[in-house]
C-alpha cells in the first residue's frame, strides 16, 4: 500500500508485523517487530455519594469499573457546560463536588489505553435560598415594641435567634415581636431553610438586624420666672434637662428663654 501508517485493531490476531519498504526500482529493504494490541477495559460509571445533598455540601464522586474491567490509574474530570480544559485531574477514583453540574470522566489504563466514553453524571443539588431580608425600626424608644418582618412565604421555614441565643417561640414565623425591658443594642438573626426534593433540609446564610433600645425621657419640669410687667416677660426654663435628649424647642440646657406676652 502507498500510505505509510496502518493502524491495528484488537479484532487482528497476530504476534509479528513486517514491514516491506520498495522504491521505484524495485529495491526494498524489510523489518520486523512483534505487536500486541491491547483490549481497552476501562468500562465503568460515576456514583455520587450521597446521592442528595444542598448546593455547598461536599458530594463525593466515585468512579466504579464494571465486573471484568480494570481500576485506571488515571482521570481527567470535566464538569459541563462551564469547562473545556479538566475541572480536575486525580490519580485515585474519587472527587469531592459541591455543585450542581454534569460531570464526566476521561480515564487512562495501567498500558497507556484511553476511554473517553464512558457515561457522564447529572447532579441536582437543591440551592440554598438567599439570606432573609428583615426589615424593622432600628431606634424604639422603651416601653415600645420591635417589631420585625422577613418575606411571607409558603416554602421557607425560618429559625431566629437573638444575640446569638435561639428564639425556637418564633421558628416558622415571618414577623415577630416584643417589647425590651432594658435599654440597649439587640441584634436579631434569622435563617430560612427549605426542604429538598428528596428531604434535604437546605438553610441559607443568616440575615441580620440591629435595634438600639433608648431610654425614654422623663417628664420635664417647666419654671416660669416674672421678670417685668411692663412690657410683660417671663423667663421660662426646664428644671431638670437631659443630656441625652434634646428638644430643638428649648434652649440649650444651662439657658434660659424669655418671650414678650
Not at 95 to 123: I, M, P, R
Not at 163 to 188: F, K, L, M, N, R
Request: hydrophobic letters at 30%.
Amino acid at each position: 500500500q502507498p500510505n505509510p501508517v496502518k493502524t491495528f485493531s484488537a479484532d487482528n490476531s497476530f504476534n509479528s508485523v513486517t514491514l516491506i519498504v520498495t522504491n521505484a526500482f524495485g529495491c526494498h529493504v524489510s523489518q520486523s517487530k512483534n505487536i500486541t494490541v491491547a483490549d481497552v477495559k476501562l468500562s465503568g460509571e460515576i456514583k455520587a455519594h450521597p446521592e442528595n445533598g444542598c448546593e455547598g455540601d461536599p458530594i463525593t464522586l466515585n468512579f466504579e469499573p464494571d465486573n471484568g474491567q480494570d481500576m485506571p490509574v488515571y482521570f481527567e474530570w470535566y464538569k459541563y457546560p462551564e469547562t473545556e480544559i479538566p475541572y480536575a485531574t486525580t490519580s485515585s477514583p474519587s472527587l469531592d463536588v459541591s455543585q450542581s453540574g454534569q460531570y464526566h470522566v476521561f480515564v487512562t489504563g495501567a498500558n497507556g489505553c484511553k476511554k473517553y466514553t464512558n457515561e457522564a453524571l447529572s447532579l441536582a443539588l437543591t440551592p440554598l435560598p438567599e439570606a432573609p431580608k428583615i426589615e424593622g425600626e432600628p431606634v424604639v424608644c422603651l416601653g415600645n415594641a420591635i417589631s420585625l418582618q422577613v418575606p411571607e412565604s409558603e416554602e421557607l421555614n425560618y429559625k431566629w435567634s437573638k444575640d446569638g441565643v435561639p428564639q425556637p417561640q418564633w421558628d416558622g414565623e415571618d414577623s415577630v415581636t416584643e417589647t425590651p425591658v432594658t435599654p440597649g443594642i439587640y441584634t436579631y438573626t434569622v435563617r430560612a431553610s427549605v426542604t429538598g426534593p428528596n428531604g434535604e433540609t437546605c438553610q441559607s446564610p443568616a440575615g441580620q438586624f440591629t435595634v438600639t433600645v433608648i431610654p425614654s425621657p422623663t417628664t420635664p419640669q417647666p419654671y416660669i420666672t416674672s421678670v417685668s410687667c411692663d412690657p410683660y416677660l417671663v423667663t421660662v426654663e426646664v428644671g431638670n434637662p437631659q443630656a441625652d435628649h434634646n428638644d430643638p424647642r428649648w434652649p440649650p440646657k444651662g439657658h434660659c428663654q424669655q418671650q414678650r406676652l
